[in-house]
T-cell receptor, first 113, second 114 residues
Framework: DAGITQSPRHKVTETGTPVTLRCHQT?????MYWYRQDPGHGLRLIHY???????DKGEVSDGYSVSRSKTEDFLLTLESATSSQTSVYFC????????????FGQGTRLTVV | AQSVTQLDSQVPVFEEAPVELRCNYSSSVSVYLFWYVQYPNQGLQLLLK??????LVESINGFEAEFNKSQTSFHLRKPSVHISDTAEYFC????????????FGTGTQLKVEL
């Protein structure tokens, strides 16, 4: 895998608690993305980042926040987890313009009970 | 906003038969197009991509896709499938000048049977 580590890989949490997922890259790629994957919906973009401290919302950003204080780390926070946020979360990285292939992490399976 | 449509959620096919997985996108400006593959319990891997130039692109394992601007399509084809091609396939698009936002379709599950 292209130097992407997601942690944790599995997590069970209770409704109403905050949860933070971490994506760490060693490729020095400019763009980082968070997606959620749900049956019948494919991958939906939650947030993405185009540089340190530069982030933007995706199509399903409600209930999620992100931070990128370093090039290598992109954190996804569920501010108050709900059962509808039970999903598999994928981080992806991309060098950006000129070579726009995205590389994906192995995913984090989050269950909110 | 751009969107990607994969009309077929599941495609069953017998081994050695040809297959086509359909993908249409909606955008009035130029785009980059991708097909990704996901094997069970894994992340996504790039299968092939269209950035510019020849409208027919090929992968190393026999898949090909053709960019058709007039029909806004990027269908994936393989003339003869193998059991190991069983996976979920996702079409994706980036609108040029749109901040490198990568948008996916809902995926097509390809199931190859003996």
């Amino acid at each position: 895998d292209a130097g992407i580590t997601q942690s944790p890989r599995h997590k069970v949490t209770e409704t109403g608690t905050p949860v933070t997922l971490r994506c760490h890259q060693t490729e020095n790629h400019r763009y980082m993305y968070w997606y959620r994957q749900d049956p019948g919906h494919g991958l939906r973009l939650i947030h993405y980042s185009y540089g340190v401290k530069d982030t933007d919302k995706g199509e399903v950003s409600d209930g999620y926040s992100v931070s990128r204080s370093k090039t290598e780390d992109f954190l996804l926070t569920l501010e108050s987890a709900t059962s509808s946020q039970t999903s598999v979360y994928f981080c992806a990285i991309s060098r950006g313009t000129g070579n726009t292939e995205a590389f994906f992490g192995q995913g984090t399976r989050l269950t909110v009970v | 906003a751009q969107s990607v449509t994969q009309l077929d959620s599941q495609v069953p096919v017998f081994e050695e038969a040809p297959v086509e997985l359909r993908c249409n996108y909606s955008s009035s400006v130029s785009v980059y197009l991708f097909w990704y593959v996901q094997y069970p319990n894994q992340g996504l891997q790039l299968l092939l991509k269209y950035l510019s130039g020849s409208t027919l692109v090929e992968s190393i394992n026999g898949f090909e896709a053709e960019f058709n601007k007039s029909q806004t399509s990027f269908h994936l084809r393989k003339p003869s499938v193998h059991i190991s091609d069983t996976a979920e396939y996702f079409c994706a698009v980036i609108v040029t000048g749109g901040g490198n936002k990568l948008t996916f379709g809902t995926g097509t599950q390809l199931k190859v049977e003996l």
